[in-house]
């Protein structure tokens, strides 16, 4: 049992380092070369820079700092302990990649939000008029990981 703990704490740590690391990278590039001007990839695919104060959607970007401030540190902190302590409790690879995915995602917003300020956001998708927020790795990673689990439930009812 003991080996099967280890295995899926380095397993949710991998995951964490990998999303972090990819996330970071592409903000990085992202600011690099969109400050410049937004880019289309296809009709409906395009890269833009965004400056994020709040959360998903923009939500609480206007509000005052001390209150968006303690729930911008504390979410992803929360979010990244109760992540690893699942994976652990729950012992499987597909339970320590999605925790892995999430807890990725709010470590590599939590690297923004402390160290900027704001998140960097530059994937964005529209279509005849459709349009959802600008988003980047990180929260791909936060949405595939809950799509995962979502499907997995509807699937097998866990």
Request: aromatic share 14%; proline share 4%.
């Amino acid at each position: 049992m003991e080996a099967l703990l280890r295995k899926s704490a380095f397993l949710y740590w991998l995951i964490v380092s990998l999303v972090v690391l990819i996330d970071l990278f592409t903000k990085n590039l992202a600011e690099a070369f969109l400050q410049y001007g937004d880019i289309t990839l296809l009709p409906f695919l395009h890269l833009v820079l965004v400056h994020n104060k709040g959360v998903a959607f923009g939500f609480l970007s206007e509000a005052p700092d001390s209150i968006r401030l303690p729930v911008l540190i504390l979410t992803p902190l929360i979010a990244t302990t109760l992540t690893f302590f699942y994976a652990l409790k729950n012992p499987s690879p597909f339970n320590s990649i999605v925790m892995g995915m999430i807890g990725g995602g709010a470590i590599g917003n939590f690297y923004d939000r402390l160290f900027l300020g704001y998140v960097r956001d530059f994937i964005y998708v529209s279509y005849k008029g459709l349009a959802w927020p600008a988003f980047n790795v990180a929260d791909a990673s936060i949405s595939l990981a809950m799509a995962l689990l979502l499907i997995r439930w509807l699937l097998k009812g866990q």
